[in-house]
């Protein structure tokens, strides 16, 4: 499947912080995810875009879809301690079978 | 709504055995994939269903891996025999046929092989 470089690899914040990672392709994509995955758990949606340049918030957190459709970033603002996990981009590409994922954003924040 | 169910939570094994995962997706949902989590890693897919026939398998390592999803609902996905690289966590995910995006994940299956 096609490479999606995601980054940082990791961040180690303190609560309050705003936090931003992003995730690129070489590839161009349908949609893009944001999935957090906490230990011992599956991943769990956060927000989907479907549209080039489609800005869309949940809560805390903003992504947003490249107007290229080969990158999407996510920030989540004022983090707290229960926004630890990895964070994972994920792409759809115009085969639409399935979703390729990149190798997560290791979030950690301290009290 | 119940969320995709997976069993056993782990599993330990010896090199050169075999094991199986068993995978029940949310109810409705034609579509199931298998992927698999090294540590470290984000999910690699090995195969997709759709109902009980076969999207893609181009990443299952079909020497040792196989997939069936007999009526179209539950899934099993064997490993024979098992090496060592295959130590990994081993998600199942579905999701409603004719949309894209998210998919609904199960909690996973840690497999140790030693």
């Known amino acids: 499947g096609q490479q999606l470089n995601q980054s940082p690899q990791s961040m180690f914040i303190q609560e309050g912080e705003d936090v931003s990672m992003n995730c690129t392709s070489s590839?161009?994509?349908?949609?893009w995810l944001w999935y957090k995955q906490e230990p011992g758990e599956g991943p769990v949606l956060l927000i989907a875009?479907?549209?080039?340049?489609e800005l869309t918030s949940n809560g805390r957190l903003t992504a947003q879809f490249g107007i290229t459709r080969k990158d999407s970033f996510l920030n989540i603002s004022a983090s707290i301690p229960s926004d630890v996990g990895i964070y994972f981009c994920?792409?759809?590409?115009?085969?639409?079978?399935?979703?390729?994922f990149g190798k997560g954003t290791s979030l950690l924040v301290t009290p | 709504e119940a969320g995709v169910a997976q069993s056993p939570r782990y599993k330990i094994i010896e090199k050169r055995q075999s094991v199986a995962f068993w995978c029940n997706p949310i109810?409705?949902?034609?579509?199931l994939y298998w992927y698999q989590q090294i540590l470290g890693q984000g999910p690699k897919l090995l195969i997709q269903?759709?109902?009980?026939?076969?999207?893609?398998d181009s990443q299952l390592p079909k020497d040792r891996f196989s997939a069936e999803r007999l009526k179209g609902v539950d899934s099993t996905l064997k490993i024979q025999p098992a090496k060592l690289e295959d130590s990994a966590v081993y998600l199942c995910?579905?999701?409603?046929?004719?949309?894209?995006?998210?998919?609904?994940f199960g909690p996973g299956t840690r497999l140790l092989v030693l």
């Open positions: 995910a579905s999701r409603y046929s004719g949309l894209a995006g998210g998919l609904d």
């Open positions: 590839s161009i994509f349908n949609t």
């Open positions: 875009l479907y549209k080039a340049g």
């Open positions: 994920a792409g759809l590409s115009n085969s639409g079978y399935a979703l390729n």
């Open positions: 109810s409705g949902h034609a579509t």
């Open positions: 269903f759709q109902n009980n026939g076969v999207v893609d």
